[in-house]
């Protein structure tokens, strides 16, 4: 089965994108198919290159990054709900005057159109809220 | 129960009221997208989602956009199809007739109904 997720709790905030995980980890051992996570609303802080949790903690950004290596699963983030929240690419940074960037491949800014397509075309959607 | 393509692409679920979070504005950005990709897209506002149709809200909560604004640009958008549970409108003593938008009540035990009736749903 074709799977896409929708994530939108923060790391370290709440279960939301914790379950995620965990979760596209159970249906790809099942043999499924797993798409693309789609982030938005708070869920767009799981896509940072700056968030430095303790040694002994799991570094989110660092497990969906392993997650795209391993699986090829796609990381999409929403580009207005990241924009807002200080959650930027290089080319981003650069078009809005800003010294640094928090966002890099294999995460990808993109629209909301993307996440209907991801409806359309996945068997299931499946959403992690707080 | 017969799916017509008409009312059947889209269900947008909004549970949050217009001040406190940015779920409801992040809800109908999505319902608006959808709209404008040519799916057919119903709201239904449920619990505390019911005071995004509150009539005479002039701004946002402090610092952020209005969201009555949305709500009004609906129709440009043809989501017409605006559902409000009477459970939840009584729980918050509304009446239909006094909210800013023509809603359609439904009751409780239609909610799922409704679910069933859309070929997707997003939950905010």
């Known amino acids: 089965m074709r799977y896409a997720l929708l994530v939108m709790g923060a790391p370290y905030s709440h279960q939301a994108a914790h379950s995620a995980l965990r979760f596209a980890q159970a249906i790809i051992r099942k043999g499924h198919h797993l798409d693309t996570v789609f982030f938005y609303h708070d869920g767009v802080h799981n896509a940072s290159i700056l968030m430095s949790p303790p040694q002994d ?10 997650l795209h290596e391993a699986h090829g699963t796609r990381l999409e983030v929403c ?11 290089a080319s981003e940074a650069k078009r ?3 010294t640094a960037h928090s966002v890099e491949a294999p995460f990808e800014l993109t629209g909301l159109g993307q996440l209907l397509e991801l409806q359309r075309q996945s068997d299931r959607l499946v959403t992690f809220a707080p | 129960m017969t799916i017509t393509a008409a009312t059947a692409d889209l269900l947008v679920i909004l549970r949050h009221g217009p001040y406190g979070s940015s779920w409801l504005r992040e809800g109908l950005d999505v319902s608006l997208v959808a709209a404008a990709f040519g799916q057919k897209v119903s709201l ?7 005071l995004a149709l509150m009539p005479g809200q002039a701004k946002g909560a402090p610092g952020q956009k209005a969201t009555a604004p949305i ?11 605006l559902l409000v549970c009477s459970d939840d409108l009584q729980r918050m003593g509304l009446q239909a007739d006094e909210l800013c938008a023509a809603v359609e009540v439904i009751s409780g ?11 997707s ?4």
């Not at chain 1, 903690?57 to 392993?66: D, K, S, T, V, Y």
């Not at chain 2, 239904?44 to 019911?50: A, C, D, R, W």
């Not at chain 2, 709500?71 to 199809?81: S, V, W």
């Not at chain 2, 749903?121 to 905010?124: D, E, G, L």
């Open chain 1, 57 to 66: 903690e799991l570094h989110m950004r660092n497990a969906w990054a392993e």
């Open chain 1, 79 to 89: 580009i207005a709900a990241a924009l807002r929240r200080g959650l930027l690419d």
């Open chain 1, 96 to 98: 809005h005057a800003k």
């Open chain 2, 44 to 50: 239904m506002f449920l619990g505390e989602g019911v």
């Open chain 2, 71 to 81: 709500i009004d640009m609906l129709a440009m958008y043809d989501i017409d199809r």
């Open chain 2, 109 to 119: 035990e239609n909610v799922s109904a409704e679910l069933d009736r859309h070929r």
């Open chain 2, 121 to 124: 749903v997003f939950n905010f």
